[in-house]
Nanobody, 120 residues
Framework: VQLVESGGGSVQPGGSLKLSCVASEFVASMGWFRQAPGKRREGVGGIESNGHMIVADSLKERFSVSKDNAKYTLYLQMNDLKPEDSGIYYC??????????????????WGRGIQVSVDS
């Protein structure tokens, strides 16, 4: 399975971005992770094929995850972006249960990542 992210870029604080991740075939569970310079990769959000979706507690007021199963595409809508949201955002795919969607070890397939920069 190949995963390809798009939609990253530079944005000013308070702005919005929507990331997309297209899979080469159906993947049951998909998630977003991010890694800031000098920090560990962290789970952002994920969604199962049945639609059960979770977002990290610290982000749920501003971020949302959705999935179009027919298009094999995962989305991450990011609003009110802050400089601390900057980093590389990765798409991941696997068979994680809803309680595992933020655990990177539960994912088998990974995209190459895409840069998101938030600064003025």
């Amino acid at each position: 399975v190949q995963l390809v992210e798009s939609g990253g870029g530079s944005v000013q604080p308070g702005g919005s971005l929507k990331l997309s991740c297209v899979a080469s075939e159906f993947v049951a569970s998909m998630g977003w992770f991010r890694q800031a310079p000098g920090k560990r990769r962290e789970g952002v959000g994920g969604i199962e094929s049945n639609g059960h979706m979770i977002v990290a507690d610290s982000l749920k007021e501003r971020f949302s995850v959705s999935k179009d199963n027919a298009k094999y595409t995962l989305y991450l809508q990011m609003n009110d972006l802050k400089p601390e949201d900057s980093g590389i955002y990765y798409c991941a795919g696997g068979v994680a249960g809803w309680w595992q969607l933020l655990q990177e070890d539960e994912y088998r397939f990974w995209g190459r990542g895409i840069q998101v920069s938030v600064d003025s």
